[in-house]
């Protein structure tokens, strides 16, 4: 399956953040790219969502839903910037 | 669930009413979410393809014969079913008259959905932003919104479609997928600096922008939008 982007997990996201996630600014943790979350690579044929660098394909973010629980991993990020 | 429209043999417009729908901007979407007896379920994400100021929210589904979702939706939603869905969501891949222009949509396939609400949009307020669409479909069949597209009534807006695999013996526009040259003849040139909207299947996306990228074009006004489904 070929790679989305954030523009499809943007509901995801605004459920486990509590707003609108797509035009929020992310910095790869490992290459540095700065971009919008809509811009990133995403995978949702696995068993969550994966998020990956468009650059360097950096993990980025993992999201795992069970039941009414999210487990979301952030430690691929640099920075993460949410519009105010 | 109001209304269907059947668009062609894999694709159908649907037309809901929400109550207390919050309204949208145009290129936003929705997800559905579908939960079977037993509990499971799928969730899809679906451009809106109806304008704001349209009487009702649309959505275009194009069947997959191996999908979860899509399937249930063209083929046995009925007038008055109600269904889960959530939005409107998304606030990257959108336009407003404020966002300016001009502005170039580049569509492949069912990616011209939110590219469709951007342009009823831009009719709908009366908008003064030059627009371009240079739109990708297999063949006129296959083509989203024909009547639209092939006769626009919108003086701001100039559309350019491409036939990749049938074109009807008459065809005047192009017959190839979207390429450099036709990119350097049908859109914006980037001295204009437009603000460009490119949706479609992942490899249509890639190529676009990346040509566009190639042929000079401010990185930071391309605005993309990645899909799974097929058919440019």
């Known amino acids: 399956m070929d790679a989305l982007d954030g523009n499809a997990i943007a509901g995801t996201l605004a459920e486990v953040f509590g707003t609108e996630m797509t035009t929020a600014v992310v910095s790869c943790g490992a290459c540095g790219r700065t971009g919008p979350m809509a811009e990133v690579s995403v995978y949702l044929d696995g068993p969550g969502v994966v998020v990956r660098c468009r650059s360097c394909s950096n993990l980025l973010v993992v999201i795992v839903r069970r039941r009414e629980l999210a487990c979301v991993d952030l430690t691929g990020l640099a920075s993460l910037t949410i519009a105010g | 669930m109001l209304e269907t429209v059947v668009e062609n043999s894999q694709a159908t417009t649907i037309m809901f009413d929400f109550p207390d729908w919050p309204g949208f901007l145009a290129g936003q979407h929705v997800d559905v979410r579908l939960t079977a007896q037993d509990g499971y379920q799928a969730q899809r994400s679906y451009s809106i393809s109806s304008a704001p100021e349209d009487e009702h929210v649309a959505i275009t589904v194009e069947r997959l ?28 891949f959108v336009w407003q008259d404020t966002d300016g222009g001009p502005v170039q949509l580049v569509a492949g396939g069912s990616g011209v959905a939110p590219l469709r609400s951007i342009l009823r949009h831009h009719r709908a307020i009366a908008s ?81 922008a990346g040509t566009l990228v190639d042929l000079g074009y401010d990185p930071g006004r391309i605005r993309t939008e990645r899909f799974g489904g097929t058919g440019t």
């Open chain 2, 65 to 92: 014969d191996d999908g979860e979702v899509s399937p249930f939706l063209t083929g046995e939603l009925r007038v008055g079913d109600e269904l889960e869905m959530r939005g409107p969501i998304g606030g990257y």
């Open chain 2, 128 to 208: 003064t932003v030059p627009m371009r669409l240079l739109c990708s479909a297999r063949s006129l069949e296959l083509l989203l919104y024909r009547d639209e597209l092939t006769s626009p009534v919108d003086d701001h807006v100039e559309i350019t479609l491409t036939l990749t695999r049938d074109q009807p013996p008459d065809w005047a526009g192009y017959g190839r997928r979207v390429d450099r040259d036709m990119l350097v003849e049908a859109a914006w040139a980037p001295a204009h600096q437009p603000l460009c909207y490119v949706c479609g299947p992942t490899p249509f996306v890639e190529t676009v």
